[in-house]
């Protein structure tokens, strides 16, 4: 495993490498976000760890700038910032994780290999449920031939939907997988999301797919269900 650690603090930094050289990874190291463009478009990282405070141009956005170079590649931010919004805002964004710190290394390493676990994971390139279709190589969606553009979350939680069809899903239990995050405070973001999806999925259909399980969560498809 190839992994790129954007780190300003170089003591943290070395350890990280040093830790991660131990599971067996090859390590590399930047500590200024300027370093990221002198490091080639076809760079083969398997994962990135980003520091949220990477010293660098003033207004400039590591985690948009990795994305955009090397969009296959997970991401997964480390930050001293504990703000909910703060960790919605990275995720949001399109990062996979994200870790406050102080933080044990050993929980670190173990949310890598869960990263790196979920990307790897085979699955069908075209997932078809009812009148849905979704490529989950490209992200494409659409609904009895209609293309619909989601957001990176947007995507996420559907796709996270569509791997329990017909099961309830308690909104704890998406906080934790999509946002990747803990706390029943949280819950109402995902509300706020699944009325997104509503409008995008279930407009114009006489088949609404997307459904609350009053009590418990959302699920999509299955026969009994409330909005």
């Known amino acids: ?3 790129l650690v954007a780190q300003a603090d170089a003591a943290l930094a070395e350890f990280l490498q040093s830790r991660f050289q131990q599971e067996n990874f090859s390590v ?3 500590a200024h976000s300027d370093h990221l463009s002198g490091l080639p ?13 990477l010293p660098g141009v003033p207004g400039s956005d590591p985690l948009r700038g990795i994305l955009r170079r090397w969009p296959d590649t997970p991401v997964i931010l480390l930050s001293a910032e504990t703000a909910v919004e703060e960790r919605i805002r990275g995720l949001n964004a399109g990062a996979d994780d994200f870790v406050i710190k102080p933080f044990a290394v050993a929980e670190l390493v173990a949310r890598a290999r869960a990263v790196l676990r979920r990307r790897n994971r ?3 390139d075209v997932f078809l449920f009812e009148d849905l279709q979704v490529n989950r190589v490209s992200h494409e969606v659409s609904r009895a ?3 619909i553009e989601l957001s990176p979350k947007e995507y996420a939680l559907l796709e996270f939907l569509l791997r329990n069809p017909g099961r309830p899903v308690p909104r704890n239990t998406i906080i ?5 995050m803990h706390g029943d405070s949280m819950t109402n973001v995902v509300d706020v999301y699944i009325n997104y999806l509503r409008r995008k999925i279930d407009s114009g259909s006489d088949r609404p797919l997307i459904r609350t399980i009053r009590g418990v969560g959302y699920q999509i498809g299955g026969n009994h269900y409330s909005r």
């Open 1 to 3: 495993m190839r992994l």
């Open 28 to 30: 590399q190291l930047v």
């Open 41 to 53: 478009e076809n760079a083969p990282f398997d994962l990135v760890l980003l520091d949220m405070n």
């Open 122 to 124: 085979p699955a069908q």
């Open 145 to 147: 031939g209609r293309s």
């Open 176 to 180: 934790e997988e999509v946002w990747r």
